[in-house]
Structures are given as C-alpha cells and as structure tokens.
C-alpha cells in the first residue's frame, strides 16, 4: 500500500529537495475549471485563446499553485505541515501536453518550527514558469499513513 | 446566455471592488485532492484530522487560491487579465460548510496596464482567512463573451 511518510522539522535541513512531475491534460483544465469557478475562456476555449498573446489555451497559474501545495502537503514537509503562505510569480504559460517539474527546495529554518521553501515550477524545455516561496510550520511528530484513496471522478 | 465581461486597465481605479461567495462542500475536497495530488489525510480522513490541531477536516489551503484566482479571471479585470503573482497568508483553517466571501479591491494602478488587487477570503464569522495581493496585467480591450460551459463532472 502506497504511503505518506512526512520529515519533521528536526530531521529536514537548508538544502533538502523533493520534486514531483505532472503533465497537464484537457482533464486538469476542465477539473480545476469546475472546482475554481474558473471559466475564462483562456483555459477553455481554443478559438478565443488562439486570439490572445498566448496563440492557444493555457492552464489555469494556479493550478501550478495546487500541484506546488500538493508537494508541499504530501511529500516536502508532508503529513502534519500546517500552511503559512506562498507566494508565486507566474512567468510563463503552461500549455495543453506540457510536462512539468514540481522542485522543492528547504531555503531556511526559522524559529517555531518554521521553514522557507523555494517553490520552483519548471517546463519540458528546463524554463521556469513558476517561482516563489512558500512558508511553512514542519510538523514535530512522525507521521506515516496510507495514502487516502480518491473515488474516481469523471465527466 | 450568461455572459463574461471583463474591465479593462482604463475603467479600473484604485477601489473599485468585486466579490464572490462559495459554500465549501465535500464535493470541492474531493474534486481539488484530485486535480492537485494532494491527499494529505487532514482534507480526507476525519478520524485522521480530528487528531491534528485543528481538530477536525479542513479545506486546502490553495483552494482559497484557486477561489481567488477564479475572482480575478472571470470578475476583475476578468478575461484578457494575465496574471502576474500571488501572494497569500493563509490566517485561518476554511472547514466542510464554511461560506467564505473572496473580496477583490484595486489597491493600485501601475505602469504598463498592471494592477495590484487586494485578495481576501472572510468566513461566515466575519473572520479573514486569507490574505493577499495579486499582481496583474489587466486588459486594454473590452471583452464581452459567453461564459464557456463545462461537462458535468460526477464521482
């Protein structure tokens, strides 16, 4: 069985990676579409999208928010980190079939069990489309759980 | 039809403001832990969640953000904005039948058609639980589209 394993704040240290890939899909677009409320035709329609400064649909920026706190979640603290804040800055477009890198990097360990992380997204083609930080609580208690399993979703 | 309609960088002053509410349901949980990967038990399982310190499930942090970013896209500026940064603080935890309110307010107009907005999301109780600012290109020409409509999404 696949399981969430978290690093405390005391075994996690400045330097400390971990990375995750995702290629996005039409299923991502019209998945985080219907949970965001996110409609702009950008996303969702190619003939309007084709007439913007893009030339074609592009995902949503945030949606390489909720795959930056995904790993955030899941893997870098993991289980038991609580959300502090995140800051990101959109620097070039995500496209239908591109596949791209989730980096994580420990910047530093602040007091209070508080870590910066360099949040970093990057393309196919080894540009970044993302940047940021995120700041976190790490938890202090080692968690390791099976990992939740997910009703399928379909549309 | 409903319609979306964006306000371009000359019909924006610092002030103006637009707001959007949403019930979070378990629906939303379920559909964000899908599209991001992020299956951290404290969204999940309540048996695991009940342990933590916020003693029971809560929302994903960045399903605030996608909230937000779903304001900025559709409301203000809306379609043809290109969306710069975001940063959040994520205050307090958003739980299954919150009614949050996001709230978008101008703060700035800068140079080169980009705007800073305001971006805070208020629970029920009147209590922020994200607060933020967004950096955007807003539009310079008027856009006044259908709303796209998505397929049913069902699990």
């Known amino acids: 069985m696949s399981m969430l394993e978290n690093r405390t704040y005391d075994e996690l240290?400045?330097?400390?990676?971990?990375?995750?890939s995702h290629v996005v899909t039409e299923r991502d677009l019209i998945l985080f579409a219907t949970v965001s409320g996110d409609v702009n035709p950008v996303h969702l329609d190619e003939e309007f999208a084709a007439a913007t400064p893009f030339k074609g649909r592009i995902a949503h920026g945030m949606l390489s928010g909720a795959?930056?706190?995904?790993a955030i979640a899941c893997e870098l603290p993991g289980p038991g980190t609580i959300y502090i804040g995140q800051e990101m800055s959109f620097l070039r477009p995500v496209r239908l079939g591109d596949e791209i890198r989730i980096e994580l990097e420990v910047l530093e360990k602040l007091p209070k069990n508080r870590l910066k992380i360099a949040t970093q997204v990057i393309n196919q083609e080894g540009k970044k489309v993302v940047d940021g930080v995120a700041t976190v609580m790490a938890p202090t208690e080692k968690v390791k759980v099976p990992r939740p399993q997910l009703p399928a979703v379909s549309y």
Chains 1, 2 share one sequence.
């Open 13 to 20: 240290n400045a330097g400390d990676t971990a990375s995750a």
């Open 67 to 70: 795959l930056i706190s995904a």
